[in-house]
């Protein structure tokens, strides 16, 4: 079964540093997002993406992030100055219409 | 926008027996109402979901019901086994805007043997 794999598993990175977060989506999905959760919390909308370009941000989304499809499979999600509360499960997320999203296994970053 | 209350927090229910997770949202142009299930250390797995048009909808042991009027929408599992315990999401969804899904606050659901 097709699935959305995420790399890497789990990053460490020093504050301030930038981080960059990848994702295949399924390969017939056109519709991919970024979610965050927060060890214990809830699933966080960051960013929704269609057609090359972003569809729907949230306020947590601000100009510190950023998503580039780079080519027809990767998907990227970059931090460019980490800070300490950005440390959470990153999940990527695909759907093939506007139905419920398929999510990968998640990126764990930690910011020290 | 959109925003989507969950209850209760936590549900501990005996092996065999019924659980309820109920949901409200309030944006009323809301069509779309995934659920999710996370156990520990994995990632929210769709499980089942209902659209706007669509009162009731049934997977086995687990079921969705809908209440356009009310906002409310709700996950029912039947005959609980251990493998049901984890954390449940439900989620709102306005399929028109291809943007977002907005999830609730999540139920952690355990079952006692």
């Known amino acids: 079964e097709p699935e959305v794999t995420q790399t890497p598993s789990h990053q460490v990175t020093q504050m301030g540093q930038e981080v960059i977060l990848r994702c295949v989506p399924i390969?017939?999905?056109?519709?991919f997002y970024w979610y965050r959760q927060i060890l214990g919390q809830k699933v966080e909308f960051l960013v929704s993406?269609?057609?090359?370009?972003?569809?729907?941000k949230s306020e947590i989304f601000d100009d510190q992030f950023s998503v580039e499809r780079p080519d027809g499979s990767n998907f990227t999600l970059k931090i460019r100055s980490t800070k300490l509360e950005d440390s959470a499960m990153y999940f990527c997320?695909?759907?093939?219409?506007?139905?419920?999203?398929?999510f990968g296994q998640g990126t764990r970053l930690t910011v020290v | 926008g959109e925003n989507v209350e969950q209850h209760p927090s936590t549900l501990s229910v005996q092996e065999g027996d019924s659980a309820v997770i109920k949901c409200t949202y309030s944006?009323?142009?809301?069509?779309?109402f995934p659920w999710y299930k996370q156990e520990l250390g994995k990632r929210p797995q769709l499980i089942i979901d209902?659209?706007?048009?669509?009162g009731e909808k049934k997977d086995q042991r687990i079921a969705v019901t809908l209440n356009k009027t009310a906002k409310h929408f709700s996950l029912h599992i039947t005959e609980t086994q251990p493998e049901d315990s984890a954390v449940y999401f439900c989620a709102a969804m306005l399929r028109s805007s291809a943007s977002k899904i907005i999830f609730g606050s999540g139920t952690r659901l355990s079952i006692r043997p």
């Open positions: 997320a695909s759907s093939e219409a506007l139905l419920g999203a398929f």
């Open positions: 944006d009323s142009a809301s069509n779309y």
């Open positions: 209902i659209r706007s048009n669509v």
């Open positions: 390969s017939n999905h056109l519709y």
């Open positions: 993406f269609y057609n090359n370009e972003i569809s729907e």
